[in-house]
């Protein structure tokens, strides 16, 4: 009887044991089966609900948010900030075009620290030219050792859209960008 008994204990510690094992196996299939993805919570005037379409009001606000981020952070500095906040903006950018402004945008970042610019802005207008093509009236305030001034500059920003991701939450990128300075 002790002998049964016993025998039992050890069987049932067996099939615990194995149960577990498969369980601990399964689990972990399904945990690095599992993809990120990232799911988009939209708040707005319509209310609060998770985005699932390409068409949601939300998105035709977001692209203003988007330009008034990238603008901010583009014409908004200090020298201490610059090499931040630029860096933040050029995120946005497509590789070709950060290519081709990289020269332009690091070879300011040196006058801006020699010459100690200050530079601050505010956006007079956003208009939506094209399919795709932005144009953004801003009113720049530029205060260094040598000189104060204001200037206008009419931004044009072409986007395409992109898959979201953590360094660009928007799921925009900024793919043509032509400043001209008005006055």
């Known amino acids: 009887m002790n002998h049964i008994l016993i025998f039992e204990k050890r069987f049932m510690l067996y099939i615990l044991f194995l149960v577990l094992f498969t369980w601990s ?43 008034k981020e990238f603008t901010s952070n583009m014409y908004n500095f200090k020298p201490t900030t610059y090499q931040n906040r630029v860096g933040q903006a050029v995120e946005y950018l497509s590789a070709g075009l950060w290519q081709t402004e990289k020269n332009k945008i690091l070879s300011f970042g040196e006058t801006v620290l020699a010459n100690q610019i200050n530079l601050t802005s505010e956006i007079a207008k956003i ?14 305030k530029e205060k260094s050792k040598l000189l104060n001034r204001s200037k206008k500059i009419k931004l044009i920003l072409d986007v395409e859209n992109v898959a979201r991701s953590s360094k660009n939450p928007w799921g925009i990128e900024i793919v043509g960008l032509n400043e001209h300075i008005i006055n």
């Open 25 to 67: 196996i399964f689990v972990s299939i399904l945990a690095f089966s599992n993809k990120e993805s990232i799911i988009l919570v939209g708040i707005d005037g319509n209310g609060t609900r998770i985005i699932t379409s390409n068409n949601d009001p939300i998105f035709k606000t977001e692209i203003v948010e988007f330009l």
């Open 127 to 140: 208009s939506h030219i094209e399919n795709k093509s932005y144009e953004i009236l801003i009113t720049t």
